[in-house]
């Protein structure tokens, strides 16, 4: 993951460790508090919201744990496309410029320009250089990119 991605991740866990889940927990003492658990479905909603926010901490804290941050920054520029890098395209089909940044899966967000590597447009990338054309085979049909600049950003 990018060092920026690893930043926001955890600023993500700890709001889901110290704000959201006292939040659930008080929600399940007051639903508790409602009697009858059998058919109280506030309280059923509330430990199943409780069991997918444990998932979603405990695949955060596994990525962080498991994870190779890059600070894309201190790696020299050359012009070719890597995990972590900013790329101006020039959509030839649309006949527009797109920019992209390739992170790692948890930190994309293609509303937001970032890509995940394993993303087929991401793989199609890497390893090239400024002023390849690029063609992307993705699962809505192929894409034609002319790559007009490479940043570490």
Do not use: C
């Not at 008080?26 to 058919?39: F, N, S, T």
């Amino acid at each position: 993951m990018t060092k920026d991605g690893e930043i926001a991740i955890k600023e993500t866990l700890s709001n889901l460790k110290f704000v959201e889940r006292p939040k659930i927990s008080e929600a399940i003492a007051e639903a508790r508090a409602h009697g009858d658990l059998k058919e109280n479905a506030e309280y059923h909603a509330a430990k199943e919201l409780q069991g997918l926010m444990e998932a979603k901490i405990n695949e955060m804290e596994n990525a962080i744990a498991n994870a190779q941050v890059i600070d894309v920054k201190e790696i020299p520029e050359t012009g070719r496309v890597i995990f972590g890098s900013t790329i101006t395209l020039y959509d030839s089909d649309n006949e527009k410029e797109i920019i992209y940044k390739i992170v790692g899966n948890l930190e994309s967000d293609p509303n937001m320009g970032m890509i995940s590597i394993d993303t087929p447009i991401a793989r199609g990338l890497v390893g090239k250089f400024v002023d390849d054309e690029v063609s992307v085979q993705t699962p809505s049909g192929q894409l034609n990119y002319e790559i007009l600049e490479v940043k570490h950003i």
